[in-house]
């Protein structure tokens, strides 16, 4: 049990230096600049790798700090100029199961806002702004908008009003 626990802390510190390289990538530091090449073939890269659905399935394992910049990262992923932006396209549609995720994120307290602000980030898909619309999907928005939590209520219902003005 120990060991487990051990392998577990292990990957997930390697899990937080993964996420902050790739935002060092894609924002730069105060030394430097993003270099557009290397933001295209991360794109590339962190779709064609899964590891997009690696930052979703582990959020809730991550401190808040790298949270924060996993979510940084995936809004950034999805804000990449075109070609790198179909990757991200064609990788939703693919996988619209994360989707899922994401809008199920909204009933933890603990990782509502993250996968709020991903799932927007989404949004920017034409693919995921038409999956959202099925009855199945607007019906859980409805119920998170009447959380009981003001901050994941409100949340909720400004992804759904993203989703109307796209």
Same mark, same amino acid.
Request: hydrophobic share 40%; glycine share 2%.
């Given at each position: *049990?120990?060991?487990?626990?051990?392998?577990?802390?292990?990957? *997930?510190?390697? =899990?937080?230096?993964?996420?902050?390289?790739?935002? =060092?990538?894609?924002?730069?530091?105060?030394?430097?600049?993003?270099?557009?090449?290397?933001?295209?073939?991360?794109?590339?890269?962190?779709?064609?790798?899964?590891?997009?659905?690696?930052?979703?399935?582990?959020?809730?394992?991550?401190?808040?700090?790298?949270?924060?910049? %996993?979510?940084?990262?995936?809004?950034?992923?999805?804000?990449?100029?075109?070609?790198?932006?179909?990757?991200?396209?064609?990788? =939703?549609?693919?996988?619209?199961?994360? $989707?899922? /995720?994401?809008?199920?994120?909204?009933?933890?307290?603990?990782?509502?806002?993250?996968?709020?602000? *991903?799932?927007?980030?989404?949004?920017? &898909?034409?693919? $995921?702004?038409?999956?959202?619309?099925?009855?199945?999907?607007?019906?859980?928005?409805?119920?998170? /908008?009447? &959380?009981?939590?003001?901050? /994941? %209520?409100?949340?909720?219902?400004?992804?759904?009003?993203?989703?109307?003005?796209?």
């Amino acid at each position: *049990m120990v060991l487990k626990s051990i392998l577990s802390y292990v990957q *997930m510190t390697e =899990l937080s230096s993964l996420v902050r390289e790739l935002k =060092l990538i894609l924002y730069g530091d105060d030394d430097s600049e993003p270099s557009e090449e290397a933001c295209a073939q991360l794109t590339q890269e962190f779709f064609k790798e899964d590891t997009f659905r690696l930052l979703v399935i582990f959020l809730p394992k991550l401190n808040l700090e790298t949270r924060k910049d %996993a979510t940084q990262v995936v809004a950034s992923l999805q804000r990449q100029p075109l070609p790198s932006r179909f990757e991200a396209s064609r990788y =939703l549609e693919a996988n619209l199961d994360l $989707v899922d /995720i994401l809008i199920s994120g909204y009933e933890d307290p603990q990782l509502a806002l993250h996968y709020g602000r *991903m799932l927007k980030e989404c949004l920017r &898909h034409q693919i $995921v702004a038409g999956y959202i619309l099925e009855p199945s999907q607007q019906r859980k928005f409805f119920d998170y /908008i009447q &959380h009981p939590s003001f901050d /994941i %209520a409100a949340d909720a219902a400004d992804t759904f009003k993203v989703r109307n003005f796209l």
